[in-house]
RNA sequence: GGGUAGAUAGCGAAGCGGUCAAACGCAACAGACUGUAAAUCUGUCGACUUAUGUCUUCGGAGGUUCGAAUCCUCCUCUACCCA
């Protein structure tokens, strides 16, 4: 509306923390919807929260969440936005760090900023209700997080602001500072969490349920068939297409036979990512080694000098188990095979030779091994 | 400044003088099963030349004791309450 009356283009602002660089589904819910915006010709701001994670959030689960130097803050924007280009038009993308002017603001400016909301409003948040209620700390500096983020808005003077559904609050903090500072406030949109493949909790890497930007093929097209049934169809909707005919279909789909689904699934993430072939050679992978479970064809070979090795060194050597114990465990539990051949001597030297021997540690780790020629 | 509670393995959390390498849950790893790296079930889960063996762990440093995660002293850190 507002871009109709003005004949400008929006300014659409997405905020970025460069505390945790790494890129993963969850976060290209949001980044479509701004390449959305993008392809609509409006104008998109990507913020780097750079100063905002010097401070650190010792807020609810990652209480020890490192404080980055400046120059970690830099380098870690720079590799998101990379990464985000995946989804992006870099060309048209506008990138800020926030440190510029949040870092320019004197102690009496803070103050001025803070005075702007009470504590009443900041405890509406649920976050902070139910610590506040169950008497678990909350620092004053978080309270400041919101405002600080609010503050991108004001100094930006942007019309959107996006986030997902957990950024509401600070969302709305935005729109009420820039109120106060007389700038035409922002509209708030709120993409839908995505669930991660454990199927529980959103999408996080420090729960280990996500699928990354800079996963393998491989990894990415496992990962994704891995989540549960249920979610083929929120993830179809979240990462592919909205499509109301598409994702009608697709529900048949997936009632008729979820495997198929969920491997079209797979392919189409994998294929936006890489490319169509490397989503055909994920496939391939996938079905080479946990449906027919056999060895990859490309293994990494590793030599060594000597021409026998204890099975426990090797593995640990390997990087296959950590300590020796837990090798050990592992060939008592029936998980190394040379050869195709099970070993159930803890004990054992594996001789080696020039011609390459498979070793298969566990379902998923496969190595190649070798005696170093001599001649 | 005063008070209270607390610091235990990757995380959460029991233990409160010996039977503690330490319950239990989660995570992790392995096996079985499966369309799946899901779910479920089973097992493992400090290290070491695998032994009913040795060594190092329960915030840190000392101490009491035949023996301490458990008791005492000091220290460090954390949270909450009162001022």
């Known amino acids: 509306m507002r871009s109709l009356q003005t004949g ?29 915006f993008q392809d609509l010709g409006h104008e998109a701001i990507l913020i780097i929260g750079d100063f905002t994670a ?23 924007g720079k ?7 995946k989804i992006l038009d870099a060309t048209k993308t506008t990138i800020c760090y926030n440190a510029d002017w949040l870092g320019k603001m004197s102690f009496s400016d803070v103050i001025r900023l803070s005075s702007h909301y009470t504590v009443a409003r900041m405890l509406e948040r649920d976050d902070f209700e139910r610590r506040y209620r169950s008497r678990e700390p909350i620092s004053i500096h978080e309270f400041l997080y919101p405002l600080a983020q609010g503050m991108d808005s004001v100094h930006l003077k942007n019309d959107v602001e996006l986030g997902g559904t957990d950024q509401k609050f600070n969302l709305l903090v935005g729109r009420d500072l820039q109120r106060e500072y007389g700038i035409a406030p922002q509209v708030c949109i709120t993409m839908e969490l995505l669930v991660g493949t454990d199927g529980k909790e959103k999408m996080s890497k420090s729960l280990g349920n996500a699928i990354c930007f800079n996963d393998t093929p491989n990894d990415m097209y496992g990962k994704v068939l891995s989540i549960p049934d249920t979610l083929i169809e929120t993830y179809h909707r979240l990462l592919v297409t909205r499509n109301k005919e598409l994702l009608t279909a697709l529900l048949e789909h997936i009632a008729d036979n979820p495997r198929e689904a969920k491997r079209t699934l797979a392919k189409d993430i994998v294929a936006q990512y890489y490319s169509i072939n490397a989503a055909l050679e994920a496939e391939e992978h996938f079905d080479r080694i946990f449906v027919q479970k056999k060895a990859p064809d490309n293994i990494e070979l590793v030599e060594f ?23 050990r465990r592992m060939i008592q539990q029936n998980a190394v095979t040379v050869d195709e051949k099970k070993i159930t001597d803890t004990n054992v030297l594996v001789q080696l030779d020039d011609i390459p021997k498979t070793l298969k540690a566990g379902k998923r780790k496969f190595y190649k091994i070798a005696a170093k020629k001599t001649f």
């Open 8 to 36: 400008k283009p929006l300014k659409i602002k997405l905020g970025a923390d460069p505390s945790r660089p790494d890129l993963h589904l969850g976060h290209s819910v949001v980044l479509k919807k701004l390449r959305e």
């Open 54 to 76: 010097m401070i650190g959030d010792p807020s609810g689960k990652s209480k020890t969440r490192p404080q980055l130097s400046a120059e970690e803050a830099r380098e870690n």
């Open 79 to 85: 590799s998101y936005f990379e990464q985000a280009s």
């Open 305 to 327: 000098e000597q021409n026998s090795i204890a099975v426990t060194d090797l593995l640990v050597s390997l990087g296959a188990a950590p300590s020796k114990s837990e090798a």
